[in-house]
C-alpha cells in the first residue's frame, strides 16, 4: 500500500496542517464535510476551514511512502518543524496516535493558551440534552390538556374506519 504524507496550507495567514493518508482524494473530501457539518468541531483545522472557507486553502502532497512506519515518522518530523514556528493546525505529535480528543484530552498540552481561550468560548454556552435544565424545560412536554369523552369517540371511530380500509386485523368492533 502507498502511504502519502500531505499539507493543507491556509492561504491568509500561512498556517499549516500535516497528515497521512492511503487516500488522498478521500481525506480531502472528508475535511469538506467535516467543516461543513460541524462548525463548533474541536480540530483546529477544522474550524479554520468553517472559518475561512475551503477555497482559501491549499491542498498539497508532500511525498509518497512504501510503508505507514516511514510516513508516521516523516509526518512527526514535518509537525514539529512547523510547530516550531508557531505556524501548525495541528494539536497532536502525528505519527499513528494522530487523534486529537478536544480541549479535555490528554493531548491539550500542545495547544497555546490562545488556543485554549478560543476552543473554550466556542464551546461556551451548549446546552446538553441530559443537563439538569433540559430536564426541567422538557418535564411538561407530552402533557397536554386532557380531551373530551366526545373527542376521544370521534378519534377512536375514525381509527376504526381507517383500520377497515387497510385491512388491519384484530382492531376495531
Known amino acids: 500500500m502507498i502511504y502519502c504524507l500531505y499539507k493543507i496550507t491556509n492561504n491568509i495567514n500561512g498556517m499549516v496542517y500535516v497528515g497521512q493518508t492511503c487516500n488522498v482524494v478521500r481525506r480531502f473530501h472528508r475535511y469538506n464535510v467535516l467543516a461543513a457539518r460541524h462548525a463548533k468541531s474541536t480540530m483546529p483545522i477544522v474550524r479554520a476551514i468553517c ?27 514535518a509537525i514539529k518543524y512547523w510547530r516550531s514556528r508557531g505556524l501548525s493546525y495541528n494539536a497532536a505529535d502525528g505519527g499513528l496516535g494522530g487523534s486529537y480528543k478536544g480541549h479535555c484530552g490528554h493531548r491539550q498540552k500542545h495547544l497555546t493558551k490562545q488556543w485554549r481561550l478560543n476552543i473554550s468560548k466556542g464551546c461556551s454556552g451548549i446546552k446538553h440534552p441530559w443537563s439538569n435544565e ?19 369517540r370521534n378519534i377512536s371511530k375514525a381509527l376504526r374506519i381507517r383500520w377497515k380500509l387497510f385491512g388491519v386485523v384484530g382492531f376495531g368492533r
Open 51 to 77: 472559518k475561512y472557507g475551503i477555497k482559501r486553502f491549499t491542498f498539497s502532497k508532500l511525498k509518497k511512502f512504501s510503508s505507514r512506519k516511514l510516513v508516521s515518522a516523516a509526518e512527526r518530523k
Open 134 to 152: 433540559a430536564k426541567l424545560r422538557n418535564k411538561g412536554r407530552g402533557k397536554g390538556r386532557k380531551l373530551r369523552v366526545q373527542h376521544r
